[in-house]
C-alpha cells in the first residue's frame, strides 16, 4: 500500500462563500468517480457539541463518510478569537496536524493518488486565524496540498479573488483554481463578466460553478447533478 497522497484545502475569499457547499460538490462527485474520499474541517466554530458541523453538512448532502472534525468551538468567530473569548488554548499546528495525518492513513482500502480524495475545508478566509500565528496555508504547506479557493460570483469578487489567489501562492503553494460557491440562474452582467476576468486576472482556471439553491437539494439529487458543476478535467487540475 502506498503512501496517502495530499490531500487538497478548500479556502474562500471569506466566510459565507460556499465553501461547504463547494466541499459537498467536490466530495459527490469524487464519490461517483469512485475516489474514496473524505472530508476533514480542522475547526469548527459557533456550534455546540452535537450540532451537525460544516463537516457532517458536507458529508450529507455528499454521501461521504469518512469525516474528520478536529476542534470545535462555541461561539461563531474565529477559530483564533473564539479560543481566546472562551479562555481557551489556542490551536497550534502540531495540535491539528497530528489527527489530520492520522486521519489521511485510514483509508477505507488500498490507496494510490488517482483512487483517493482528502477535501480539507478552512475557516473563512485565507488569513483567518487558526490559532496564533496559523493560518489555513500554514497546514496546506504541511500537508502539501494543493489549495481551491471558492468564491462569490457577483460585482467584488474580482479583488478578492485575485489577493486570495496570490496569498496562496506567495506562500509557496499552487492554487489547483476556483469554484463558484453560489453561480445564480438568471447572472447579471458583472457574473457574466467574471467568469472571463477571474481567470484572466488570477492566471489559475475556474473549476466550478456551485448553482445557488444546490444546499436545499436531496444527497441523491445532489450527487446526481453535481457532475455538471464542474469542468471534465477538475480532477487533472487538482493533481
Ligand atoms: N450553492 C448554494 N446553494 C444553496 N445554499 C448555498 C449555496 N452556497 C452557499 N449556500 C448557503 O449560504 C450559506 C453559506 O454557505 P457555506 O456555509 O457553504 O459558507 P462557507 O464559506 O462554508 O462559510 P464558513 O466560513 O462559515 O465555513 C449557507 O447557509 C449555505 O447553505
Ligand atoms: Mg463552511
Request: aromatic share 2%; glycine share 10%.
Amino acid at each position: 500500500m502506498t503512501a496517502a497522497p495530499a490531500p487538497v484545502v478548500v479556502t474562500g475569499t471569506g466566510t459565507d462563500v460556499g465553501k461547504t457547499i463547494a466541499t459537498a460538490a467536490l466530495a459527490a462527485l469524487a464519490r461517483s468517480a469512485g475516489l474514496d474520499t473524505g472530508i476533514c474541517k480542522p475547526i469548527q466554530t459557533g456550534l455546540h457539541p452535537g450540532e451537525p458541523g460544516d463537516a457532517d453538512e458536507a458529508a450529507r448532502l455528499s454521501g461521504v463518510r469518512r469525516v474528520l472534525e478536529v476542534r470545535r468551538l462555541p461561539d461563531p468567530l474565529a477559530p483564533e478569537t473564539a479560543a481566546r473569548v472562551a479562555g481557551l488554548p489556542q490551536s497550534t499546528l502540531e495540535e491539528l496536524l497530528g489527527p489530520i495525518r492520522r486521519w489521511l492513513g485510514e483509508p477505507s482500502g488500498p490507496v494510490s493518488a488517482t483512487s483517493r480524495l482528502d477535501l480539507v475545508e478552512g475557516a473563512g478566509g485565507v488569513l483567518v486565524r487558526l490559532g496564533t500565528d496559523l493560518t489555513i496555508l500554514d497546514l496546506a504547506l504541511a500537508l502539501d496540498a494543493p489549495v481551491i479557493v471558492v468564491t462569490r460570483a457577483g460585482l467584488g469578487t474580482l479583488s478578492d479573488t485575485e489577493l486570495t489567489v496570490r496569498a496562496i501562492e506567495a506562500a509557496g503553494l499552487r492554487c489547483a483554481g476556483i469554484v463558484i460557491g453560489s453561480w445564480p440562474n438568471d447572472p447579471d452582467l458583472a457574473e457574466r463578466s467574471n467568469l472571463e476576468d477571474l481567470p484572466r486576472l488570477t492566471g489559475v482556471p475556474v473549476l466550478g460553478r456551485v448553482p445557488q439553491g444546490a444546499g436545499a437539494l436531496s444527497p441523491t439529487e445532489f450527487t446526481r447533478d453535481a457532475a455538471q458543476w464542474f469542468h471534465d478535467d477538475l480532477f487533472d487540475a487538482l493533481r
